[in-house]
């Protein structure tokens, strides 16, 4: 069946760090992926998407790109904010969605 | 656009209990889809209805149900409830294209506390 692992977490980072979280999936067929935020006391909000291989998703400064050859979508950002801390899920749509278990990140000012 | 939105956001119920949550889809939707979130299991698909019909289910017991109505709002029911089903449950609502891509949009959650 279709499934998505992403890196555990819990991830602390400084303001300005690099940030990356890793995301490969098993699916068959060619799904969609997303990367999904949770804000504290809220409900998921998409970050990004990308509907095929190649396909690079961005959004707010986050990037992530379909690799097909790896099965992955890992999500990135060059500078983070005290405001990106949050829980991260990457998921596919194939159609139905399959979310991975979610990574919470911590950023410090 | 109004986005999707659930009643009520937050729910205290005792074990042995029924209770129905509701979701209202972005207007033009017509599916919608729930999901169940805990510390321990994340994020669990329980099912879709579209056009009023279930299209999609996930590995729940018969205790959870849900309906769909003409207009798209759906609810969302859980019987003889026990102390484990405290836990946040998400709708999501999309167009319902049945292609690979399906983005769904979330509502903020009813946070279900069974004492």
């Known amino acids: 069946g279709n499934s998505v692992t992403q890196m555990e977490g819990p991830v602390t980072l400084s303001e300005e760090a690099f940030l990356t979280i890793n995301c490969t999936y098993t699916a068959t067929g060619y799904p969609s992926l997303f990367w999904y935020v949770q804000y504290p006391g809220e409900g998921l909000q998409l970050l990004l998407k990308a509907t095929k291989a190649d396909d690079k998703g961005s959004n707010k400064g986050f990037e992530a790109t379909y690799r097909k050859e790896t099965t992955s979508f890992h999500l990135e950002k060059g500078s983070v904010q005290v405001s990106d801390s949050a829980v991260y899920f990457c998921a596919l749509s194939a159609p139905k969605l399959s979310f991975g278990a979610g990574t919470t990140v911590t950023v410090r000012a | 656009k109004a986005g999707v939105t659930q009643t009520p956001r937050y729910l205290i119920k005792t074990r042995g209990q029924q209770v129905t949550l509701s979701c209202s889809p972005i207007s033009g939707h017509r599916s919608v889809s729930w999901y169940q979130q805990t510390p321990g299991q994340g994020l669990q698909f329980l099912f879709e209805?579209?056009?009023?019909?279930?299209?999609n289910k996930g590995n729940f017991p018969g205790r959870f149900s849900g309906r769909q109505f003409s207009n798209s709002r759906s609810e969302m029911n859980v019987s003889t409830l026990e102390l484990g089903d405290s836990a946040l449950y998400l709708c999501?609502?999309?167009?319902?294209?049945?292609?690979?891509?399906?983005?769904?949009?979330f509502g903020p959650g009813t946070r279900l506390t069974v004492l």
């Open positions: 999501a609502s999309s167009f319902g294209g049945r292609g690979t891509y399906n983005e769904q949009f």
């Open positions: 209805y579209f056009s009023e019909t279930q299209r």
